[in-house]
């Protein structure tokens, strides 16, 4: 779903990466890639109604934003504990996919 880290990143005036997340959206698998979960997991928090998403044909995403959300919540448990964190792991995994 993602098309590279130049287009949902840059960098401030004092170096520091600026993700640009009002219009990323994010497949089930991404994201569980990035929060380092299962499916099952991300699954539990749709059917709680925990985190909200969007339907497109069989796929089901999710906005970056609203990742954010729960993980800064604290909605779920996984190894990312800060909002800071998720956007290492998804600089990361964007950098590893685009190899």
């Not at 009002?22 to 991300?42: D, G, S």
């Amino acid at each position: 779903m993602q098309t590279g880290a130049n287009d949902h990143a840059s960098f401030n005036n004092n170096g520091e990466i600026v993700l640009k997340t009002e219009h990323i959206y994010l497949e089930t698998k991404e994201v569980c890639q990035i929060l380092l979960i299962c499916p099952r997991t991300l699954s539990g928090l749709r059917n709680k109604k925990k985190v909200t998403y969007l339907r497109k044909g069989t796929r089901i995403l999710y906005r970056f934003s609203e990742i954010e959300r729960i993980v800064e919540e604290r909605l779920i448990c996984c190894k990312v504990k800060s909002v800071s964190n998720l956007h290492t792991n998804y600089i990361d995994y964007l950098t590893n996919t685009n190899k």
